[in-house]
C-alpha cells in the first residue's frame, strides 16, 4: 500500500516554465502531438519504440515529456545516450534552453569531461559512459529511465546497451521502481531489436511519428564525376548563383574534405562583417530579388546554364584552393568574386568539430546571406540543419573496414546505402518543397543504384574488430560471449577468434572448470579501462610497473592518429630519417624510434618558442603539424585516464621528454613486444633465400600466421639493417607483394619470456636445479623452445 502512494506520489508532473519562443517552435515539432500516445506507451510497457525522420523532435522532446511527467522525482535520473559526443554536450544545452533550467539540472557526461552533478535530472551521455556506469552498478538503480538515441546508427556500443538493457529492465520489472527503456530510431528499420525474442520476448509497440516532409525533386547528374568535391563546389556554386533563397546542405564523407570545400567556397564568395550591415541594400541584391515569391525552376541544374560562368573562371578558382589547415582565416578574396551575387555563410560539420562551432548552424545566417552547410554525415541522420532547401550529395560514404587477416582496420570511401540516401534527400523537404542534387546519374534504369547501392548500412559489429568490445563486455561479467543477446550476433567465429586473441594477449583465461568459457585476468581489466585497441592498452598497462609511461603514451598516441606522422614534403621527411638512421642503440626501436624523436621535437620545439616554433620544426623535417597536435591531444586524454584510474600516479600533461636510456630502449622494446607478441617477424635464411629464389639483399621475412613472405616497406628504418627478429605494426598489401611497416626489433630469446602463450618449450636444460636469482628473488631455467604455429626455433632462452 504504502509502496503505490510513494510511486503514485513519484510522478507529480513537474511544471515547467518555458518561454513563449520556445512554445512556439516547440509547437511546431511533428512530435509534440504525439506525446499523450508516448507517455501512456511508456507508462504501460517497460520497452518501446519511438521511429521519427531526424528533426522531428525525438531527442530534444521525449526527454522533456519523461521529465514533465515527474520520471526524475525522487532523486531519480533520466539518462539519454548518443553515439556522438558533440551530440550529448550540444543537446544537453538546447534541453536545458526549452526547459529553461541550468545544466546543473540538464547535464551532460562524455568520456573526459561533464558537468553532471548531484542535483542532475537528465543526463545526456555517450554509449561508453553508460556502458562503463553499469559496470560499477549493473542495476541502474539511480535512473528511472533510460533513452537510447540513434539506435539505427547500429555502433557497436549501442548494440551492446541494447542487449544489456534488455536484461536491466527484467531484473527490474519486479521491482517497485521499474526501469524504463526507449529506443529511439531515424529510420524504420528497427526489426533487429523489435522481432528479436532473444532480446525481447514480447515485441514492444513502435510508435512512429508522422513526418511533416515537403516533396524533395532529385536531379541526378549525367555522369558519375571524377572528383565529386569539384563536382560538389561547383553545384553549390550554380545555385547559389542562380537559385532563389534557402540554406544549401553539402554531404561529404569525411572531415578533410569538408575543410578543403569550406576553404574553396569562402574564397569564391567571401564574407565580411560589413556585408551583413550593407549587405541587404548592395550586395545581397540579386539574393532579395529573387527570393519574392518567384517559383523554384524545375530544371535540373546540369542543363542550367543561365549565368554559367565559362570553364575559366572555374579553373582559376579551384587553383586558389586555400590550405586545409587555416579556414577560419579571412582568406584574400580570389578574381572570381566579381561574378558572385552575394556572400556565403559557409560553415563545416564534422563530429569532431568543437561545440560552439558546431552549434553556429542552428543560429540564422548574417541577414543577406545564404547559409550553406558543408557536411559529413552527422547531418544526415542526428542534426536537423533549419531551412535546408538544397541538398548537394556526393553519394558516397566513408565506412570502417576491418581486415581479419591482418588486425587492422581502415577506412574506406563506398557508395552510401539507398536508406543514406533517402535521408541525405529528406534533409531538403523540411520547410518547404526542395531540391536535392546526387553526384551519379539517374539509375533507376541501370544496375548501379540497384546493385551496387546496399540496401543499408552494415551494423558496426559486422564490420570492426570486436576484440576490445569482448573485452569490455567481459570486464561486466558477461561470461558467455556466444549467447549474448546482441540485435545482430557476429559470427560465432568472429567471437571465438577475438576471444583467443584475448587469452594470447594474457587478458582473458580458459576457466579451469567450464570449458568454452574465458574469464578475465587482472591485466584484461587494467586493460579494459582504455579506450585503445587490446594490443596497445596492454602496452600501457605493462609500462605502468616500469615508468616508462611517458615514451609508452608518445607512441600509442601517435600510432593511433588515424594519418600517419608525416606531412606532405616527402623529400624533407626522407632526409630527416636517413639522418636519425643513425643512432646505435636507439636505432633497434626502428620506426617507433622515428615518432619518439619526432614526437619528442617537436614537444621541444613547441616549448621554446610556441605553434610558430612547431611550424617551423614541421617544416624543416617534413612532419604532419596536425597529426603532432592530435597524437598530444590523445596523449593528454590518455593521461587523464590514467590519473582517473590511478590517482598515486599524478602524472601532468607536460610534453618535455628526454630520450630513453639504453636500459630504457630495451624495456621498450620487451613491451611492445609483449603487446604485440603476435605479430612477429623472422627474416629469411640465406638457405630459405635461394629456395624461394629471392636476392640475398632482400628484406624478405616471415611474418607470424601467414604463409606468404613479407617484405620491409621503404618508409622503414630497419630496411637497410634487416635485424633478424622484427615485430610490425601493420601488413599491407600492394598489388601482389605483401609489406611490413612500423618496425620494431627484438631479441628472439625474448620470445618464451613475453610471448610465452605463443611459444612452445621443448626441453628445460638446466640440471639439476633452476637458477635462483638473488636480485629479483626469483627462479630462472634454460629453456630450449620454438614460436608460433610453424614452430620457428629458437636460440636457449631463460624463463621464470
Ligand atoms: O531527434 P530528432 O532528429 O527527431 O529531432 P531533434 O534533434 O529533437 O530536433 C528538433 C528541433 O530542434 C530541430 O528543428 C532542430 O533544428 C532543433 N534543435 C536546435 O535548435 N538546437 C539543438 N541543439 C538541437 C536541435
Ligand atoms: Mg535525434
Known sequence: MSG?????AKKQPVPINRTSEIIKSRSKLPIIGEEQVIMEAI?????????????SGKTTQVPQFLYEAGYSNGNKLIGVTEPRRIAAISVSQRVAEELNETSDIVSYLIRFEGNAGPN???KFMTDGVLLKEIQNDFLLKNYSAIILDEAHERRVFSDILIGILSRIVRLRQKRANPLKLIIMSATLKVDDFSKNQKLFPQPPPIIELSSRQFPVTIHFNKKTPHDYLDEAYKKIYKIHSNLPAGAILV???GKLEVKQLVSKLRKAFPYRETDSKIGVNTKCKAEKKKEIGKPLPEINLDDYDIEMHSEDELILSENSSADEDDDDDDEVPSKIMKFSSSPLWVLPLYSMLPAHKQSKIFEPPPPGCRMCVVSTNVA?????????????????TKIREYDPLTSVSRFSVVWESKASANQRAGRAGRTSPGHCYRSYPSLFSSALFNDEFPEWNLPEIQTTPIDNVILQMKSMKIDKITSFPFPTPPDKQTILGAENRL???????????????NNITPLGKSMAAFPLSPHYAKMLCLSKDRSLLQYMLFIISAMSVQEYLPGDNVEAWKKTKLSWANKGEFLLLGDLMVILRSMGGASHAMKKSGLGGLQDYCTKTGLHKKSILEAWKLNNQLINQLNINVPSLKLNTDLDMTPPTPIQVKQIRQIVLAGMLDRVARRLTT????????????????????TEIVYIHNSSVLKKSKPEWLIYQEIFQVQDKMYIKGLTAIEPEWLPVYANRLCKTLKVLDDPTPRYDEETEKMFCTVNATYGQAGWSLPQAEIE
Request: hydrophobic share 40%; glycine share 6%.
Open 503 to 517: 587469452v594470447t594477449l594474457g587478458a582473458l583465461e580458459v576457466d579451469k572448470n567450464v570449458a568454452e568459457i
Open 120 to 122: 542532475t535530472k537528465i
Open 251 to 253: 554531404f561529404l564523407t
Open 380 to 396: 544526415e541522420l542526428s542534426l536537423t540543419i533549419p531551412n535546408v532547401k538544397y541538398v548537394v550529395d556526393c553519394g558516397k
Open 687 to 706: 638457405n630459405e633465400l635461394n629456395r624461394n629464389g629471392i636476392r640475398p639483399n632482400k628484406a624478405a621475412y616471415y611474418a607470424s600466421n601467414l
Open 43 to 55: 507508462s504501460e510497457n517497460d520497452v518501446i519504440i519511438v521511429v521519427g525522420e531526424t528533426g
Open 4 to 8: 503505490e502512494i510513494k510511486s503514485a
